[in-house]
Structures are given as structure tokens and as C-alpha cells.
């Protein structure tokens, strides 16, 4: 099992940009297939973004679509979720995952390890 803690959450207003990233540890991330979720307030948790374990394939939900970018640092052990030109819809408390057999990238039962969140607010 992979321990992930997430950072980066905070307060900007919109149209500024946060990184968000996702320190591992116990495992080599670079095993995993990793995903970002958000839970916006009173709704339900939501695909944000993913990271093929080999060929590193990104895929984003089309609400952050050309906004925001996966990537990570397999020296570091982390991965980040660099999030620009962001919106008050974007507030959320963001959880990155991670899995080793996940079939549908989309799908958080697919993922069986997660950081416990961190909140991002973005005000108009």
C-alpha cells in the first residue's frame, strides 16, 4: 500500500493558478496509475485527472480540459496537478490516488490508495 499526503491546497482568486502536488511513500509511485479527484461543496467526488503508469497518457475531465496537467517526478516520489485560469466552479478538496490495477481511469472504486485532501477555494 503507497501513502499519499497532498499539498498545495489553498485560497486564490480566480483566474490565478495553484499546484497541487502528491508526496508517496512506502511504494514506488512510478508502479501506480495515478488520478486526481475533487469533491466540490455538497456534491459528490469527481474525475479530475490521470497518469498512465508506462507511456504516462494524461486524461482530464472536460471541465478542466486545456486548463490543468498531470505530470510527476518518479526521483521525487511525487506527483502534481498544476492547475491554471481557475475558476470559483474549480473550489474543491482535491485527493490524488493511486492504483495498480485500474481499468477505468475515470472510476475512483478503480483506485486503492488515496492522500486525505486538501482544500482549494477559488473566489470570484
Known amino acids: 500500500q503507497v501513502q499519499l499526503v497532498e499539498t498545495g491546497g489553498g485560497l486564490v482568486q480566480a483566474g490565478g493558478s495553484l499546484r497541487l502536488s502528491c508526496a508517496a511513500s512506502?511504494?514506488?509511485?512510478?508502479?501506480?496509475?495515478l488520478g486526481w479527484f475533487r469533491q466540490p461543496p455538497g456534491k459528490e467526488r469527481e474525475f479530475v485527472a490521470a497518469?498512465?503508469?508506462?507511456?504516462?497518457?494524461?486524461y482530464y475531465a472536460d471541465s478542466v480540459k486545456d486548463r490543468f496537467n498531470i505530470s510527476k517526478d518518479n526521483a521525487m516520489n511525487t506527483a502534481y496537478l498544476q492547475m491554471d485560469r481557475l475558476k470559483p466552479a474549480d473550489t474543491a478538496v482535491y485527493y490524488c490516488?493511486?492504483?495498480?490495477?485500474?481499468?477505468?481511469?475515470?472510476?475512483?472504486?478503480?483506485?486503492?490508495?488515496w492522500g486525505p485532501g486538501t482544500q482549494d477555494t477559488v473566489s470570484s
Open positions: 490516488a493511486a492504483g495498480l490495477s485500474v481499468r477505468a481511469v475515470r472510476d475512483q472504486d478503480d483506485y486503492s490508495d
Open positions: 512506502k511504494r514506488t509511485l512510478s508502479n501506480y496509475i
Open positions: 497518469l498512465s503508469r508506462v507511456t504516462n497518457f494524461q
